[in-house]
Every structure is written in structure tokens, then in C-alpha cells.
């Protein structure tokens, strides 16, 4: 058995007696860089007598932390000293690494808990030493700078520079971490990486996500959709993907009901302005140069293809997914303009189709658009009939005549004032409506004047009513296209 010998145990003075064999020439007691505290302790007021008088070589890191413990109550009773000795303080701290470290140190602890206490005369003269301390630790001054004034901007920059979230930034700069100031921080970091993304990479936002729990993941993504303007977010497609997959309503262990109020109806906006660009793009390359001349398309076929733009437009909110199903030719007018075709969701149609079809999510029916062609038209199905025919195995591609073949629920025509009737029989039989906020309903853009006709709307009545003349001519233009179907 091993037998340990029992240490002696010393008392105060004969650790006094050693303690006082390590005295230098100068009359400080040093472990090589440490000061030994004195015995007896020294009071503050002799501590601040040597800091003043250029000793602070010889306070020890205790009689720092003493200092700092008993000087708000020091001040209380000594007014007349009370800014003279906080400015010294900070001035020492300049060319003072212990005592700099603990004024930090101390100071962040008491901005992010206010059961830490830090004397209020030193934090009220921080300002006025902010430029030297700056020149010797300029990390910890900006990021106490930003706490004291609530302006996280220094602190997003490291995280977004270093990839990793505000504890792993506090401790590379050797501040102490605080939950409390975690999410206002959190909350700041979108709208600084939006506006400085010229140096910043998605990627760099997408990163610190990666590492947060999921309620900081929550609280960042909730500050995503508030802060960045939903049209400038439609261009980040790294981010929209991410919102789309974890966030939106109707996606599979969705965190929607986690997001804020705003965020929730930010995202809304968001899909469904994604989802109604690209279907625009697709009219647009149909009804502009090369596209309109590689189909052979009229001017009234194009007339006609603006006018969707025109009245789908309402229904941005409301959509929550968009694919489209081109002809080979078509496919072709986008590949020779170099459009990422996935990236619009756009797929070829199986050989021989010569009509372009458009696939409309909203929450609980596909809305698809015949875009030309005999059965150009509108028509509505039960999401279960047409979701397996939208979404092809194996890059099998879709069959046109397989999907005009499919049951729907109902049909709309692309004739003469068609967006009334069309409204009126999303609105009362699909309850497919526009935003509760929509007051003006575009009908077309292209007028010729600048400003595009629009009529005005409401949820309970839907579009105001057409005329008799043209509830007449409407009926009569309905009569010749039957009459044409038939021949």
C-alpha cells in the first residue's frame, strides 16, 4: 500500500514570511508575472493611491477585482473624487492588460445580466476612452460599444466573417458569453448581412443556421423574412430554398407555426411571388423575341398570354407552388437564351405536345393553365388526381394527352372578359381568392397608356359586374368557340 505523508499546514504569517522572500528591488511581490496580494489586504483607496501615483504594476489581479467590487459604494462617498479615479482607471487600463481584461470582462457581464454589478461612474466614462482602448483592443471596444448602444452591427460582422454564432465569437474575443443579448444579436444579423451581402456570401448566413439550436434557428430565419424586402429575398434562391423546405406550411416537420406573425405572412408572400415569377418568365419568353417568332405566335395569342400574367398577379399570396410542362420547341427557345430551367421548374412534355401547361399550387387545389392551343383554358383539380402526373418518376417525362384526359372539377375559357366569371368561380366554388388586403384587381398591363386598368375588388362581392353590352358579347363569343369546337 502506498502511504502519503500529510502536508504541514502553515498559517497566515508564515505564508506572510514566505510571500515576503519574493520581494523585488522595487518593492513589488512577483510569481514571475503575477502579483501576491498584500497581507493585511489593502484598501481601495490605498489601490487607487498606487494606480494614481503609476504603481498599477504592483496591485495584484485580487486587489483589481476588490477595487472593482467596492467602487460604486466608494463613489457614493467620495463625489469629489468619484470621475477623476474612473477616468484614471480607464486610462490605465490602456497599457494595463489585467485590468483592461477585467473592465471588459466585468462591464459585458453587467450589459448582458443586470444582476452583475459593474459601477455605473466607469461605465458612464467608457465613451470618452473608446479611441485608445480601440488601440489595443479593438474587438472588445467595438463589441462593448454595441452592446451598451444596442447596435449588434460589429458583432454580426465577426459572426458572418468567422462563420459561427455569437458564443464562439464572445470567447475568440475574450468577452464573457450572455444568453440574454444571443437573439437581439440573432435578430440583427439578416438585415446586417442584406446590407453589406456585397461582402458576404449566403452561404456565410446559411452556416451560423447551421450550428444554432433550433429556436436561434427560428428567431434567425423569423428576422430573414422581416427584415429582407420579400422581392430583394425572391433573388437568394440558397435562402428561399431553405425558408420553402423547413418553413413553409406544407412542408413535411414544417417549423411555420414557430416563426413570428409577420415572418409567417412574409414567407406566404414570398412562395407565392417566387411561384408567380416564374410562371412571368415563362409568358415573357413566349411572348417576346425569339420566343414569339420561334412559335409562330400571333399577336392576339400574345395579347392574350399578358393578360394571365395580368390577372394571376392577384393571386401572389395565395399560390404555394409553380410548375410548368413545355414542347420540345419551346424547351429549346429557353435553352438558347441560357435559362436555368430548373431553377424555374420547368420541364419538357413528352414528343408531339404543342401546348405549354402551367401547374398552380394553392392550399387545397392545382389550378393549371392550358396556355395554347384548342383546350386553351383554365381548369381545376383535386390536388390527389394530378399530384403523381406533375411529379414523374425516373425523369419520365409528362403527357399532355394523359393530363386533358384527367377528371377535373371544373373548366374556364380565355374569352372576351373572362376574368370575371373566372374569378367568380375560383372565389365561390374553390374559395381561391386574392389577399384579403387587395383592393385594386389588375386586368391588363398593357393599355397603352402607363397606367395599367385595373378594377376595384372586394372578398364578399368579388369583381364589380359586367354590363349587359358586354355580358352580350361575352355570350356571343362564347357561341362562335363552341361553334368552332364542333367543326
Known amino acids: 500500500?502506498?502511504?502519503?505523508?500529510?502536508?504541514?499546514?502553515?498559517?497566515?504569517?508564515?505564508?506572510?514570511?514566505?510571500?515576503?522572500?519574493?520581494?523585488?528591488?522595487?518593492?513589488?511581490?512577483?510569481?514571475?508575472?503575477?502579483?501576491?496580494?498584500?497581507?493585511?489586504?489593502?484598501?481601495?483607496?490605498?489601490?487607487?493611491?498606487?494606480?494614481?501615483?503609476?504603481?498599477?504594476?504592483?496591485?495584484?489581479?485580487?486587489?483589481?477585482?476588490?477595487?472593482?467590487?467596492?467602487?460604486?459604494?466608494?463613489?457614493?462617498?467620495?463625489?469629489?473624487?468619484?470621475?477623476?479615479?474612473?477616468?484614471?482607471?480607464?486610462?490605465?487600463?490602456?497599457?494595463?492588460?489585467?485590468?483592461?481584461?477585467?473592465?471588459?470582462?466585468?462591464?459585458?457581464?453587467?450589459?448582458?445580466?443586470?444582476?452583475?454589478?459593474?459601477?455605473?461612474?466607469?461605465?458612464?466614462?467608457?465613451?470618452?476612452?473608446?479611441?485608445?482602448?480601440?488601440?489595443?483592443?479593438?474587438?472588445?471596444?467595438?463589441?462593448?460599444?454595441?452592446?451598451?448602444?444596442?447596435?449588434?452591427?460589429?458583432?454580426?460582422?465577426?459572426?458572418?466573417?468567422?462563420?459561427?454564432?455569437?458564443?464562439?465569437?464572445?470567447?475568440?474575443?475574450?468577452?464573457?458569453?450572455?444568453?440574454?443579448?444571443?437573439?437581439?444579436?440573432?435578430?440583427?444579423?439578416?438585415?446586417?448581412?442584406?446590407?453589406?451581402?456585397?461582402?458576404?456570401?449566403?452561404?456565410?448566413?446559411?452556416?451560423?443556421?447551421?450550428?444554432?439550436?433550433?429556436?436561434?434557428?427560428?428567431?434567425?430565419?423569423?428576422?430573414?423574412?422581416?427584415?429582407?424586402?420579400?422581392?430583394?429575398?425572391?433573388?437568394?434562391?440558397?435562402?428561399?430554398?431553405?425558408?420553402?423546405?423547413?418553413?413553409?406550411?406544407?412542408?413535411?416537420?414544417?417549423?411555420?407555426?414557430?416563426?413570428?406573425?409577420?415572418?409567417?405572412?412574409?414567407?406566404?408572400?414570398?412562395?407565392?411571388?417566387?411561384?408567380?415569377?416564374?410562371?412571368?418568365?415563362?409568358?415573357?419568353?413566349?411572348?417576346?423575341?425569339?420566343?414569339k417568332s420561334e412559335l409562330g405566335l400571333e399577336d392576339w395569342e400574345v395579347n392574350q398570354l399578358s393578360k394571365r400574367i395580368s390577372f394571376w398577379s392577384n393571386y401572389q399570396p395565395k399560390i404555394v407552388s409553380f410548375k410548368a410542362f413545355v414542347p420540345d420547341a419551346t424547351y429549346r427557345v429557353f435553352e438558347a437564351l441560357n435559362i436555368n430551367l430548373s431553377e424555374l421548374s420547368i420541364t419538357k412534355l413528352s414528343p408531339g405536345a404543342k401546348c405549354e401547361v402551367c401547374a398552380l399550387e394553392f392550399s387545397e387545389y392545382f389550378v393549371v393553365e392550358l396556355l395554347r392551343g384548342a383546350n386553351s383554358g383554365v381548369r381545376v383539380f383535386e390536388k390527389d388526381t394530378i399530384l403523381p402526373l406533375l411529379s414523374p418518376s425516373n425523369n419520365e417525362q409528362v403527357n399532355l394527352e394523359l393530363l386533358e384526359s384527367l377528371p377535373y372539377l371544373a373548366e374556364h375559357d380565355h374569352l372576351y372578359l373572362w376574368q370575371n366569371s373566372c374569378e367568380e368561380m375560383l372565389r365561390t366554388k374553390y374559395n381561391i381568392a386574392p389577399d384579403k388586403t387587395l383592393k385594386d384587381f389588375l386586368i391588363d398591363t398593357k393599355t397603352g397608356s402607363e397606367k395599367p386598368f385595373t378594377r376595384k375588388y372586394t372578398q364578399s362581392i368579388g369583381l364589380p359586374p359586367l354590363s349587359k353590352n358586354q355580358v352580350s358579347e361575352r355570350e356571343g363569343a362564347l357561341l362562335r368557340n363552341s361553334h368552332r369546337r364542333r367543326n
Not at 264 to 287: P, Q, R, Y
Request: glycine share 4%; charged share 25%.
Open 1 to 291: 500500500m502506498i502511504k502519503f505523508q500529510r502536508a504541514p499546514i502553515r498559517n497566515a504569517n508564515q505564508l506572510a514570511s514566505l510571500a515576503s522572500k519574493l520581494n523585488l528591488s522595487d518593492g513589488g511581490v512577483f510569481f514571475g508575472d503575477i502579483v501576491i496580494p498584500k497581507i493585511p489586504p489593502r484598501n481601495i483607496t490605498t489601490i487607487l493611491d498606487l494606480m494614481n501615483s503609476g504603481r498599477d504594476r504592483e496591485i495584484s489581479t485580487l486587489e483589481w477585482m476588490t477595487l472593482l467590487n467596492g467602487k460604486e459604494q466608494w463613489d457614493i462617498e467620495n463625489r469629489d473624487k468619484e470621475v477623476t479615479t474612473n477616468n484614471n482607471i480607464w486610462e490605465t487600463s490602456v497599457n494595463n492588460e489585467i485590468l483592461r481584461t477585467l473592465l471588459f470582462w466585468r462591464f459585458v457581464l453587467f450589459l448582458g445580466d443586470n444582476n452583475t454589478n459593474f459601477p455605473s461612474g466607469l461605465s458612464h466614462r467608457f465613451k470618452q476612452f473608446e479611441t485608445k482602448l480601440r488601440r489595443v483592443a479593438k474587438h472588445k471596444t467595438l463589441v462593448t460599444k454595441g452592446l451598451m448602444a444596442e447596435d449588434y452591427s460589429h458583432l454580426c460582422k465577426l459572426m458572418l466573417t468567422l462563420k459561427t454564432d455569437l458564443s464562439n465569437v464572445m470567447k475568440q474575443c475574450g468577452l464573457p458569453f450572455s444568453k440574454q443579448n444571443n437573439q437581439p444579436v440573432i435578430r440583427s444579423l439578416p438585415s446586417y448581412w442584406f446590407s453589406n451581402k456585397s461582402n458576404f456570401d449566403p452561404l456565410n448566413l446559411l452556416d451560423i443556421a447551421h450550428i444554432l439550436d433550433q429556436d436561434d434557428k427560428n428567431c434567425l430565419y423569423s428576422s430573414v423574412l422581416e427584415d429582407i424586402p420579400t422581392d430583394k429575398l425572391a433573388e437568394i434562391p440558397l435562402l428561399v430554398a431553405v425558408l420553402k423546405s423547413g418553413y413553409s406550411p406544407y412542408a413535411e416537420n414544417s417549423q411555420h407555426h414557430k416563426l413570428s406573425d409577420v415572418a409567417k405572412s412574409k414567407l406566404l408572400e414570398l412562395i407565392g411571388a417566387m411561384s408567380f415569377n416564374d410562371f412571368k418568365k415563362l409568358i415573357d419568353v413566349l411572348t417576346s423575341e425569339p420566343g
